[in-house]
């Protein structure tokens, strides 16, 4: 299957609602997605319990905290990872659990003022939960967002937008590659 996402802006106004409805279709989890020191993973039963939610930990989104979100029924397969340097790191990712979808919300950036860093949810499972899951988020994501080249705005993102924040992928990048206010 090639890998389906959805991109957007949002702050936790315009997302916490989708995340609800979704939530009451499937029973899930969301385990923190990455490379580890530990097989003790972060795991959340709402994502809206994540304290973070809404938030960038980063200016970029390539460095978010990202979560698999996987039935709630699942075990989570984490593979060891032999490293150069000697050790094991875990492995939290989709290849080991076909049957899931990747998130990460993105947010606030509050290390800098009016930054908002994209999310984004994605798959690249031909899984049949994977492809239900990632059409209930998307759905609901295009439907109540606007969309904005590439990306789709929730309703108070859009208005920081149009306030002055920026809205982007990279903060450290050119504000040339700022999400645009006209579109």
Known sequence: ???????????KEDIFQIIKEVETEFDVKYCRRGLFDSKEIVTYKSLIDD??????????????????VIPNDAKL????VPQRKGGIKYAVDQLENPKSVEIKL????KEKD??????????????????A????FSSKIKKKFRKV??????????????DGWRLVTNEKMSKDFDLPLAN
């Open 1 to 11: 299957m090639r890998g389906k996402q959805t991109m957007f802006h949002i702050f």
């Open 133 to 136: 899951i990632y059409k209930s």
């Open 106 to 109: 993105g947010g606030i950036y």
């Open 149 to 162: 080249g590439s990306f789709y705005i929730g309703p108070k993102a859009d208005e920081k937008l149009k």
């Open 51 to 68: 304290p973070y939610a809404g938030y960038a930990r980063s200016g970029d989104w390539n460095d978010l905290d990202a979560y698999l």
């Open 114 to 131: 009016q930054v908002n860093v994209a999310g984004r949810i994605g798959t690249v499972s031909d899984n049949p939960f994977s492809k």
């Open 77 to 80: 397969h984490i593979r060891s």
